[in-house]
């Protein structure tokens, strides 16, 4: 943790790490999370230091608060080569499954890293991690430098004295709407319908959102560019529906 990160207060509560890695995986957190990793800066970051960080000169900047294992964010980020994507994650065990996915060689169930790193390097120009709690970062970033924010089947705290954990709240929801570009797009889903009806309760009460749903049933549709996450398809196989709600930056 360096400075700026010492000085910012937050209490985390989810689970920071799990099962101990396996050697590959702990092979990609030491040697190739560092060359994605975002560092939190001393100053905050203005919009082209931000776009400076990726390999690519981006169209847009993209979000992802909470990728889990990764795999929602690798498909984005390959089906976008020209847009930056930022994922933030406290669980090293999903960051490590980010890097894999990322890094991608996968052989008798191993990943192998060919040619030291360079197999990753190009599929990984447009990706940069933050591995750690988004809130932190979200306070040094610059207004109005994203496209789209995507909050995936975020901790549904499901207990209400444990509601004002809930990512969506009247706490980050004002900063979101600080960081989304007007026309910017916040995709939040969740099979957990008391965390749906918190996050439609919270948006329809705030100013900068606007639901972009035209039909009753849009909000069970996946939107048209959708790539499955782990939580989903988990919710899907135990035969829950999964809610997928896009709010407009008004
Ligand atoms: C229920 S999982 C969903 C993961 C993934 N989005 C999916 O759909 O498969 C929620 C994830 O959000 C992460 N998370 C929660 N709060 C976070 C925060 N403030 N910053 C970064 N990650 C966070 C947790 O560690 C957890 O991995």
């Known amino acids: ?51 400076s960080l990726f390999g690519i000169d981006p169209k847009e900047i993209w979000l992802e608060v909470g990728f889990g294992g990764g795999e929602h964010l690798a498909g984005q980020s ?5 847009i930056a994507i930022i994922g933030s994650e406290v669980f090293v065990n999903g960051v490590a499954s980010l890097l894999a996915h990322i890094a991608g ?11 030291g790193m360079t197999v990753s390097e190009d599929r990984a120009d447009n990706v940069r991690i933050y591995p750690n709690d988004v809130r932190k970062l979200l306070d040094l ?23 004002d954990r809930r990512f969506i709240g009247s706490t980050n929801l004002p900063i979101l709407a600080k960081l989304l570009k007007k026309g910017g797009e916040l995709r939040v889903a969740s099979d957990d319908m008391t965390y749906i009806r ?6 329809s009460e705030s100013k900068d959102f606007e639901w972009q749903a ?10 048209e560019d959708w790539v499955n996450t782990r939580y989903e398809q988990k919710a899907i196989r135990e035969g829950r529906k999964p809610v997928y709600l896009r709010y407009t930056r008004i």
Not at 110 to 115: E, G, Y
Not at 198 to 203: I, N, R, T
């Open 141 to 163: 970033m610059p207004e109005a430098c994203l496209s789209r924010i995507f909050v995936l089947f975020p901790d549904p705290w499901p207990k209400k004295r444990h509601a």
């Open 214 to 223: 035209e039909a009753s049933e849009d909000w069970l549709k996946q939107p």
């Open 78 to 82: 390959a089906n976008n080569k020209d």
């Open 198 to 203: 918190w996050a439609l309760q919270h948006l």
């Open 1 to 51: 943790m360096n400075e700026a990160e010492n000085k910012i207060d937050k209490r985390f509560y989810g689970r920071i790490q799990g099962r101990k890695l396996h050697p590959t995986r702990k092979k990609l957190v030491d040697e190739f999370l560092p060359k994605l990793e975002i560092k939190l800066p001393e100053k905050p970051f203005s919009e082209s230091e931000l776009k």
């Open 105 to 115: 060689a996968h052989e008798d169930g191993n990943i192998i890293i060919k040619h």
